[in-house]
């Protein structure tokens, strides 16, 4: 008796991260020019950057740095923001958003989020508003802006200096007009897993070419240069210039920006016509603000309905990995991490951070995705929901 015909093996998928580059050929050989030119550190890419940058956002100063934290440190220093001082944050952002007021010798006062759109409910900022408060830190959380006009309305009335966390909005609009475009000072994150990448590294969008002055001697450890060996330092500065090589990456990829974000937008609309699909609905999962307009759609997040699971994120995270499926936790709440709750901050403070803080769950989207690749995700996470839903 002959044997059984060997069943066909299935085919393996390969492991899809959460978020992944997209690097074309003409950028990796224009790094390559660069590395041979001899100039590797801050120098003719920088410059080149920094203009196309300026002209995107519409003509306004923009300096680059090595990453989008330290522009926020140096917004709040050319702001005058320091010791005595407080400046209203959202508690549901990577924690540098805050780290930098701690940096410069102020105290973050944070603000519950909205939890429709996740970041900063502007609502309840006017009541948190003291005479000690000097400047608002907003955040545009996985590239969805926060209200613009109502942002720069409010720090108006209160003569508070704006320092929007736009790390996650670069390539997001309001009303029509680019973000980083208008208001006051914007900062961008170009760190790998963002919309465009420098590998690391970012830009700050000033009011005036004096303030492009001063974010030029805090990038360098207070500089200030003169003729052929005149040199001036009137300020402390740190080390945050931007290397050549990491600006030629930022160069090559700035012209695909758009396309990048019509895939993103392509990628979010699959999610939403599964995840709302009537057999998905009963999972309670709660999804994103459904905005293709004005949102670069930087991470694709659903809020896990906790009081239905019978286990933690951290399982569900497991579970897709297994599945060959990466996710991220983006982000826990803030104020509940040791160092700022030794400033005094508790559970309970921010109820809805604190429940969005304990389930987001940050889905695969980048631009190399396809849509089989979001079907796979959403039946993977159906799949293990399903196994722990309880009545």
């Given at each position: 008796m002959?044997?059984?015909?060997?069943?066909?093996?299935k085919p393996v998928l390969p492991f899809l991260p959460f978020t992944r580059p997209t690097i074309d050929d003409e950028t990796i050989a224009g790094v390559v020019e660069v590395l041979k030119s001899g100039w590797l550190t801050s120098g003719p890419q920088v410059k080149a950057l920094e203009a196309s940058l300026s002209e995107y956002c519409g003509g306004r100063p923009v300096?680059?740095?090595?990453?989008?934290?330290?522009?926020?440190?140096?917004?709040?220093?050319?702001?005058?923001?320091?010791?005595?001082?407080e400046v209203i944050t959202s508690p549901l952002s990577w924690v540098?958003?805050?780290n930098v007021v701690l940096e410069v010798g102020a105290r973050p006062v944070f603000v519950d989020i909205d939890p429709v759109t996740r970041n900063l409910d502007l609502?309840?900022?006017?009541?948190?508003i003291t005479p000690a408060t000097r400047a608002i830190i907003p955040v545009d959380l996985a590239g969805l802006p926060v209200d613009r006009d109502r942002l720069h309305a409010l720090a108006q009335k209160h003569r508070l200096r704006v320092v929007e966390d736009a790390a996650q909005a670069f390539g997001s609009t309001w009303q029509g007009r680019r973000i980083g475009a208008f208001g006051d000072f914007v900062s961008f994150s170009f760190h790998p897993n963002k919309n465009i990448t420098t590998i690391e590294g970012g830009a700050l969008v000033l009011n005036s070419e004096a303030e492009a002055k001063l974010a030029e001697q805090y990038r360098l450890q207070g500089v200030v240069r003169s003729g052929q060996d005149g040199m001036e330092v009137e300020l402390v500065g740190g080390k945050f210039n931007l290397t050549d090589v990491a600006a030629r990456v930022g160069l090559g990829q700035l012209p695909h920006l758009e396309e990048f974000t019509e895939k993103r937008r392509t990628l979010a609309r699959e999610y939403f016509a599964l995840l709302r699909a009537p057999e998905l609905q009963r999972l309670g999962l709660r999804l994103p603000v459904p905005?293709?307009?004005?949102?670069?759609?930087?991470?694709f997040q659903v809020i896990l309905p906790e009081e239905r699971l019978g286990v933690k994120r951290?399982?569900?995270?497991?579970?897709?990995?297994?599945?060959?499926?990466?996710?991220?936790?983006?982000?826990?709440?803030?104020?509940?991490f040791a160092l700022y709750r030794r400033q005094g901050w508790k559970p309970g403070d921010f109820p809805h951070a604190e429940y969005a803080g304990r389930n987001i769950l940050t889905l695969p989207l980048f631009p190399a995705m396809t849509k089989d690749d979001v079907s796979h995700v959403v039946r993977a996470l159906a799949a293990i929901l399903s196994a722990h839903l309880q009545s």
């Open positions: 002959s044997a059984p015909p060997a069943a066909t093996p300096r680059v740095f090595n990453s989008g934290t330290c522009t926020m440190e140096i917004a709040l220093r050319i702001a005058g923001v320091g010791p005595g001082h540098a958003t805050s609502a309840r900022v006017e009541a948190a905005d293709f307009a004005q949102s670069n759609w930087h991470m951290a399982d569900v995270m497991a579970e897709m990995h297994a599945a060959g499926i990466a996710t991220g936790a983006h982000y826990p709440a803030i104020h509940l």
